[in-house]
């Protein structure tokens, strides 16, 4: 029997057990794993792991109730033992009225990824050749003038199976994997020492750039960075670099999440059809995108998925929404479920893709003119309620168009609601990424120091 094959058979006797235990309802999911990674520092072999696993999460729902449990010890009088416990728990857990299936026929009529390329068909690296690659990352690192040192360089993949069944019908599974090589490096001395990093993940082996570009990469970021000081505090254009616009798009996307709209903790409650971006700029979810990172036939309660857009020109669309979060708010489900073993599903997104603008990153700086460019930050304080932002971050000083000098210990605080509206974005998203988002520039923050 295949591996497939097993834990589809695991998925649905653990239903079966939970439907025997007197549950109402109940789902299950399954994710079969093996992993390896290797890490060097100093030219020497600093760590090898290699992993394999199975566990499974099991939901259940009685009355109005629904508890989770999980557990890698599958065999059958644990998985008996498990669905009793958490039959019982669901029985005293409070009243929730919109926990609940899909009804039969909204499910997916897909049951596997084929044709989304999630998985690499190809025979994994060895441990042998993982250090291979993390050595010769280090290499180029430390070749680079002004390195004095690679905390680490790793590689690793990870090929999994992940198999979901439902009391209502619905059973699928598909496998994915990834490749990851990353590094980070240091330079300086003293209280002038400076790290960064560069970190690479693909589906596939074959698409991941080379070991010697990555270490080189992270290498020239570290030195980039050696001379910092503080900017002039005041009222600037700053340009969120590529590495870091997703996460301002991303807190956009975590206001859009339905679970914060339904308990009335979004800064976006209300202001569906609204302008939240500026006119022309569209966020769309993409699904089904060939070797995405995030891409998935069907979401965790088995609903298809389909590519839509969350904000079309500049103006917010839709939630983003599973089935309670959907029932609580009086709409459909956005099929935008995802599940962990150990919880119930969330709302969540798939690939983000953003409207591009037509400069790179240069010519959004030579458009500022003179301002801040951030490349990463630290820390973050943000209401999700009022969208009041600050974050702390490190980047470089800008002038004239051109970078001037790197700095650091910076406060960046602004509005949420206000910076999204003024965004203008660059050309240079890396389509890698889940969240693939370009450089930005962004009004309306200010720069203290």
């Known amino acids: 029997m295949s591996g497939a094959d097993a834990d589809r058979l695991l998925a649905a006797r653990m239903v079966e057990a939970a439907l025997a235990a007197g549950a109402d309802a109940a789902d299950v999911i399954v994710v079969s794993a093996t992993s390896a990674s290797v890490g060097v520092a100093g030219r020497s072999l600093e760590e090898a792991e290699h992993a394999e696993g199975r566990d499974a999460g099991l939901r259940v729902i009685a009355g109005r109730g629904q508890a989770c449990v999980s557990s890698s010890d599958l065999r059958d009088e644990n998985i008996v033992e498990m669905a009793g416990r958490a039959v019982t728990m669901a029985r005293a857990a409070p009243d929730d009225p919109y926990c609940d299936l899909a009804e039969p026929e909204r499910l997916s009529p897909t049951r596997d990824a084929a044709g989304l390329d ?92 080379s070991p010697e570009a990555i270490g080189r990469r992270a290498a020239e970021r570290t030195v980039a960075r050696l001379g910092a000081r503080r900017p002039p505090a005041g009222h600037y254009p700053v340009v969120y670099d590529e590495r870091v616009a997703g996460g301002l798009i991303g807190h956009l996307l975590s ?13 976006l409650d209300g202001r569906l059809g609204e302008a939240v971006l500026p006119d022309g700029i569209t966020l769309r979810e993409e699904p089904h995108m060939l070797r995405g990172r995030a891409s998935r036939p069907f979401d965790a309660e088995g609903l298809p998925t389909k590519a839509s857009t969350i904000v079309e020109n500049g103006s917010l669309a839709r939630w983003v929404l599973d089935l309670a979060t959907a029932r609580q708010l009086g709409l459909e489900s956005t099929a935008n479920a995802r599940r962990g073993l150990s919880g119930p599903p969330s709302p969540g997104v798939t690939n983000i893709r953003m409207t591009a603008g037509e400069k790179d990153r240069a010519g959004l700086l030579a458009e500022i003119g003179t301002g801040l460019l ?61 969240i693939a988002v370009p450089s930005l520039i962004v009004e309306g923050l200010t720069v203290g120091a």
């Open 118 to 209: 999630l998985a690499d068909a190809s025979e994994p690296p060895g441990p042998g050749a993982l250090e291979d690659m993390a050595r010769a990352a280090e290499e180029a690192a430390l070749a680079v003038p002004g390195i004095v040192q690679v905390e680490q360089a790793s590689a690793g993949w990870v090929a999994d199976r992940l198999t979901i069944a439902l009391s209502n019908g619905f059973e699928a599974g598909y496998a994915r994997s990834s490749m990851t090589l990353a590094l980070s490096a240091l330079a300086g001395e003293g209280t002038g020492r400076e790290r960064d990093y560069a970190v690479e993940t693909r589906r596939h082996a074959a698409d991941l750039p």
């Open 255 to 267: 206001a859009a999440n339905g679970a914060a709209v339904a308990r009335g903790a979004s800064w």
């Open 374 to 434: 951030v490349t990463s930050f630290l820390g973050a304080s943000i209401n999700p309620t009022t969208g009041a932002y600050s974050r702390g971050a490190s980047g470089f000083w800008v002038e004239g168009g051109e970078i001037a000098y790197p700095v650091n210990e910076i406060t960046l605080a602004g509005s949420l609601p206000e910076m999204l509206l003024s965004i203008r974005p660059g050309n240079d998203a890396d389509e890698a990424k889940a």
